[in-house]
């Protein structure tokens, strides 16, 4: 494996600060998700927490000036805590949108985190327009043997889908998602500890890939939620991800293959469920095979962009760089990001080795 990844970013500014008016962000707008509208016009879908760390994901038309993300017009709330399975005793939220258009499906299609009665759970949505959106429920693990365990046990976060469809590992034809397995059932248990599978020495969080048949989904969309043929991609290896990494943005196709912005973390986590303050989040990349999207090619040794300016370094939750969303705008591409859990910011993301976008 090369470690080469021959891509930069470059900050472009700041696309949305909480509006003191509005009681739904007195605690950040962060971590959106995207899409294009059927009106052509780019949109985010930000995470808009209240007080008392209550998130729903709003819809924000994306205001562009010069061939630069500058601004939002708000647009609502899409999607809020009001399942049951949405919420706790004393907590509720949905929570860092990642959005794919799967064209092949003709659909959007949002993965989310529930922060339910037992914690986090990755749950999905589709929609045809942004605005409307149809709860499909929670993502389920089929069972796998070899792995001697059972993933539907642990919290799981940071998943996101690929764009088009790939070779699963059995020879099928697939959709592939990323996901981040949390192995500490201490968590959801107190008593029971870290449990991992077979295979795995490391309980560093790290990024997973599951696999949906296509033609399963191709007959009953709802067969979104069922996962399968689970491995490991990639775990912490250098310094700025020492705690635990996590994907970003739906991958992105490039000539070397998939272009995989992640987070690398660092410091130390006090409780996994609350806002923390003692951790550092910075941007880095995985370059995937674009036949096998579960092999990593190359990754970046340092961040790609990290906690530097004052709003990237103060927040709700300090130091933290968060990307979560890539989209096209004049040919160019843009990486939307999370703020310090409190703001949204936007890069460029360019070729290091040329001056054209990926």
Do not use: C
Not at 90 to 109: F, K, N
């Amino acid at each position: 494996m090369t470690r080469a990844v021959p891509y930069r970013l470059t900050r472009a500014g700041i696309v949305m600060t909480p509006d003191p008016g509005d009681p739904n962000e007195a605690e950040g707008v962060l971590n959106p998700g995207s899409g294009r509208g059927p009106d052509g016009e780019l949109y985010l879908l930000p995470r808009l927490v209240a007080a008392g760390n209550v998130s729903r994901v709003g819809l924000a038309r994306v205001v562009v000036e010069g061939g630069v993300p500058v601004g939002v017009v708000r647009e609502g709330v899409v999607l809020a805590p009001d399942r049951g399975w949405e919420r706790g005793a004393d907590h509720a939220g949905v929570e860092d949108p990642r959005i794919t258009w799967i064209d092949v499906l003709g659909l959007h299609v949002m993965t989310y985190v529930a922060f339910g009665p037992l914690g986090p759970r990755t749950a999905l949505a589709v929609s045809d327009d942004l605005r409307t959106w149809r709860r499909l429920g929670p993502a389920l693990f089929r069972y796998q043997d070899d792995l001697d365990t059972d993933l539907n046990l642990f919290h799981n976060k940071d998943t996101v889908f690929f764009p088009e469809p790939v070779r699963a590992p059995d020879g099928t034809e697939a959709l592939a998602v990323l996901h981040r397995p949390m192995w500490d059932l201490g968590e959801t248990r107190p008593g029971q500890g870290v449990r991992l599978p077979a295979g795995v020495e490391d309980p560093r969080q790290s990024v997973w890939i599951s696999y949906v048949p296509l033609a399963a989904v191709l007959a009953d969309v709802g067969n979104l939620t069922l996962w399968e043929q689970h491995r490991f991609v990639a775990g912490p290896q250098f310094a700025f991800e020492e705690l635990k990494i996590g994907g970003g943005p739906p991958p992105l196709r490039v000539p070397e293959g998939w272009l995989v912005l992640h987070h690398g973390v660092t410091g130390v986590i006090d409780d996994a469920f609350t806002q923390q303050q003692n951790v550092n989040y910075a941007a880095g990349a995985l370059l995937l095979d674009a036949a096998d999207p579960g092999r990593v090619l190359a990754r970046t040794t340092e961040p790609l962009l990290a906690p530097e300016t004052a709003d990237e370094r103060s927040g709700i939750v300090p130091n933290v760089v968060f990307p979560t969303a890539i989209e096209q705008i004049d040919g160019r591409h843009f990486v939307f990001y999370g703020m310090a859990d409190s703001k949204i910011g936007v890069a460029l993301l360019e070729r290091s080795d040329a001056t054209s976008s990926p």
